[in-house]
């Protein structure tokens, strides 16, 4: 899907060429820990569960971008082999779009592209990205959590505020193929009828989901299959179904604030735009 032609003839600062090389396959480079790692934006399971249980009082806050950041056309440079100039792939928005955000024109190089269809794919990622992955959320979170979160991956919150109901918190009990949730009272829970499923953070760090098959005492949930481990008592949560699910984020910055605590930024995350 991604190739790179390019000859680099000049000496240049090494983080902006490697910026533009990652650029190629949809990377951000991320400097940490003295090294270089590389986030892709490609379909990626979720790594880790948030809800009001593992958040700070301030819970969680929400930003959108501009209306003057989202492009409906984007013009995309690429070396053409055939001519061996410079030529322009054109990618824009339909004709809804362009009536609700007007016309406007971002011109875009897309660095070591010699492959007019590549061109077209660059150009399709960034407007879909302008027009539909353009809330950010900020939250903070103990040191437990936001030691474990990485930059670049996908998380899953269960914010009662904006989905009206609870849906999300932490485990009182478990085994590998039961587990009983806290504070059923001031939890919905989902219908039989409407697919659900929970998702629990197992002992290594991972995020496990299995089918909701029954309820039991009102709190305990029966799976459908044995989860690989057995959750520990305190461990986060999030019930999630066909009417209502969980909000997916990408993780685009983490800060460790007075060393207790983190603040973690994520951008929306929509796993069917790779289709």
Do not use: H
């Amino acid at each position: 899907r991604f190739s790179c032609n390019a000859i680099i003839q000049s000496s240049s600062d090494a983080f902006r060429i490697i910026n533009e090389i990652s650029s190629i396959m949809r990377c951000n480079p991320i400097w940490t820990n003295g090294s270089i790692s590389l986030a892709q934006d490609r379909p990626t399971d979720s790594s880790y569960l948030f809800n009001l249980s593992n958040v700070a009082e301030d819970g969680f806050s929400y930003t959108g971008s501009s209306l003057k950041q989202r492009n409906t056309i984007i013009s995309v440079a690429y070396y053409n082999m055939d001519a061996q100039d410079l030529d322009y792939e054109v990618v824009e928005a339909d004709n809804t779009t362009k009536n609700k955000f007007g016309i406007t024109n971002k011109q875009v190089k897309a660095f070591g592209c010699t492959s007019r269809g590549q061109a077209q794919r660059y150009g399709k990622s960034i407007l879909f990205s302008e027009q539909n992955e353009s809330e950010l959320i900020s939250f903070s979170t103990s040191i437990d959590a936001g030691s474990v979160v990485r930059v670049g991956a996908v998380i899953e919150v269960n914010d009662p505020v904006r989905a009206g109901a609870r849906r999300g918190g932490q485990v009182k009990a478990a085994t590998t193929t039961k587990i009983t949730m806290d504070a059923i009272g001031d939890t919905t829970l989902p219908s039989l009828t409407d697919s659900p499923k929970i998702s629990v953070v197992l002992p290594d760090g991972k995020v496990e989901q299995r089918t909701i098959t029954s309820y039991s005492n009102s709190n305990e949930a029966n799976l459908s299959s044995a989860l690989s481990q057995t959750p520990s008592v305190g461990s986060i949560y999030l019930l999630t179904s066909t009417s209502l699910e969980t909000q997916k984020f990408r993780v685009i910055s983490i800060e460790e604030n007075d060393g207790t605590s983190y603040t973690i930024q994520g951008l929306t995350y929509l796993e069917g735009k790779y289709d």
